[in-house]
């Protein structure tokens, strides 16, 4: 029903800032509360952040200050915006959406195949 695409990751330095983008087709944009996910190797799947369909946001705490995350309703987009990047934020990055509201990934039902973000010097 709902396909996501990611893309904009990439090799950053530490400190240094990216802009990940998913865009999304199929079913009704705009009813969907999205979030990004990230795993890196031999981890488990971390929650990042939310956005609500209202634009509400809800953000991990290891990111919160760091990381933006935004929507464009009109584009079927949403947006990651991470600066002051650490090596501890390497990972494969996930968006994925759902009806309802939540931060554990078993309450997705849409997945991106993710793209990868590299912090390293």
């Known amino acids: 029903q709902v396909q996501l695409v990611e893309s904009g990751g990439g090799l950053v330095q530490p400190g240094g800032s990216l802009r990940l983008s998913c865009a999304a087709s199929g079913g009704t944009f705009s009813s969907y509360n999205m979030g990004w996910f990230r795993q890196a190797p031999g981890k488990e799947r971390q929650f990042v952040a939310a956005?609500?369909?209202?634009?509400?946001?809800y953000y991990a705490n290891s990111v919160k200050g760091r990381f933006l995350i935004s929507r464009d309703n009109a584009k079927k987009t949403v947006y990651l915006q991470m600066n002051s990047l650490k090596p501890e934020d390497t990972a494969v990055y996930y968006c994925?959406?759902?009806?309802?509201?939540?931060?554990?990934?078993?309450?997705?039902?849409?997945w991106g195949q993710g793209t990868q973000v590299t912090v390293s010097s």
């Open positions: 956005i609500s369909w209202s634009g509400g946001t």
């Open positions: 994925a959406a759902r009806l309802g509201w939540g931060i554990y990934s078993y309450e997705y039902d849409y």
